[in-house]
């Protein structure tokens, strides 16, 4: 197994992936009776120890309920979580700590958006604009707010190569154009999408904008500032974390301005029998306990991440990428869906006629993890007009025996279907 990266990658000195593999525990694993090959990383990464033991650790040691008590351990637990907001503010380099809401996850932090946003900002003929290729928590959200409110969702379509088409997604901006909700990485394509540019255009034309960065956090550094996005979501088990929580940036004026959409304990100021008040940012948009081992966890998956040089990872990732997609291109019958140049290391494809599960379930008797189906994109794969596609997505942690292995498996697979 490869000790390091490449020599021929820029910054190849810069981790050890036989180090790094050390940190997660299931990678270990034996699956099928074959060493784990986890190339499933879009759905969600492995934990490394560090995750694990801060979680533990609050649970062993300072287990109380946060910002209500004046008890030392409800005083520790508080200053675990506000510590880890201030961690992933630095994170995405936002202005300040209000901006960061924790909710339990990319899907919830767009509901939280399409509720309280559409509540504040929109009436009815208003217009959104999002994309074929956004993921179902970036469609269903405003598809329910287009049917409750009278909205016009308007779609923009993708180039051949998986890029957003910016021309289409220009042409459909109007005057009454109020949201725009796009992906700033695809969970399908891998397409890195030129997330100033998009905002650039919906800013000239009036409207806000929110960034799905689901995808985008663990590969690419990510600067709510520089990228002047109004809001951006995410979530922490895509990031090394754990699942159950994610975040909601957003700029703090709009934010200010948004009703609460869930009520309840922590998010009001005064409650009485005529009128509730609400709490200041950031608690106004976090009612209830919220999941503090998790937010916890959350906070040591950043500092986890920060630790490393994150161009040689990025580095890295490319060179498996272009590995996987050369082994891929060996084969005749094969499809493979999204080769815009920026992209990521999420690798979809279909082999001939074979059906994405059964390549699936073949991969998995030799112990590869990989993901089959429609990923949460159906209008994608109406687009491409296929019921499903098999997705390979790699992670700094994956070797190139690892792709040497998934090789021998595409191998296996085209003997059984000649
Ligand atoms: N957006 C994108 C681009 C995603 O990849 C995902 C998860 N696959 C989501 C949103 C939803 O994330 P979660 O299920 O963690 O809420």
């Known amino acids: 197994m490869m000790t390091t990266a490449p020599s021929n990658i820029v910054g190849f000195d810069k981790f050890s992936v036989e180090d790094v593999r050390q940190d997660f525990p299931c990678l270990d694993r034996i699956v099928n009776s074959n060493p784990l090959v986890y190339f499933d990383n879009a759905a969600t990464k492995q934990k490394p120890r560090a995750v694990l033991d801060a ?98 969702l308007k779609m ?19 005057e009454k154009t109020r949201l725009v909700a796009l992906a700033h990485v695809s969970n399908s394509l891998g397409t890195v999408n030129d997330a100033k540019k998009l905002v650039q ?42 699942t159950g929580v994610g975040v909601l940036y957003g700029k ?63 580095e890295y990732e490319t060179y498996l990428r272009d590995m996987l997609i050369e082994r891929l291109s060996n084969h005749p019958e094969m499809a493979i869906y999204g080769t815009a140049n920026n992209k990521v290391s999420i690798i979809s494809f279909n082999m001939g006629d074979i059906h994405s599960s059964d390549f699936a379930s073949i991969v998995d008797k030799e112990g590869i993890a990989v993901r089959a189906g429609h990923h949460c994109n159906q209008p994608l794969m109406q687009h491409f007009n296929i019921p499903g596609m098999v997705r390979a997505s790699l992670c700094f942690y994956n070797t190139e025996a690892e792709i040497d292995r998934f090789g021998q498996s595409l191998e296996t697979v085209a003997r059984l279907f000649s």
């Not at 208003?126 to 469609?139: A, R, Y």
């Not at 190569?161 to 901006?173: A, I, K, Q, V």
């Open 55 to 152: 979680m533990q650790m609050f649970y062993e040691n300072h287990c109380a309920n946060v910002h209500r008590s004046a008890h030392t351990l409800s005083n520790e637990a508080t200053a675990m979580l506000e510590a880890a907001r201030e961690k992933v503010r630095d994170f995405i380099n936002a202005d300040k700590q209000s901006e960061i809401i924790f909710t339990r996850g990319t899907t919830e932090s767009i509901n939280l958006v399409a509720n309280s946003f559409g509540q504040g900002f929109l009436k009815p003929g208003d217009e959104i604009i999002i994309s074929v290729m956004e993921h179902h928590s970036n469609f269903v959200p405003w598809q329910m707010l287009r049917d409750r409110m009278g909205l016009n």
């Open 252 to 314: 703090e004026d709009l934010l200010d301005q948004m009703p609460p959409w869930q009520g309840g304990g922590e998010m009001i100021d005064q409650v009485t029998l005529e009128k509730t008040t609400y709490a200041d940012l950031p608690h106004k948009f976090e009612a209830g306990t919220p999941p503090i081992a998790e937010i916890i966890g959350l906070g040591a998956a950043v500092e986890y991440l920060s630790q490393f040089d994150r161009v040689a990872l990025h």
């Open 156 to 174: 923009a379509t993708i180039a051949p190569d998986g890029n957003l088409d910016l021309d289409h997604y220009e042409s459909l901006f109007t």
């Open 201 to 242: 255009i919906a800013h000239q034309n009036g409207a806000k904008i929110l960034l799905d960065g689901c995808q985008a956090v663990a590969h690419l550094p990510v600067d709510v500032k520089d990228l002047e996005c109004d809001f951006y979501v995410f979530s922490a088990h895509k990031m090394f974390g754990p």
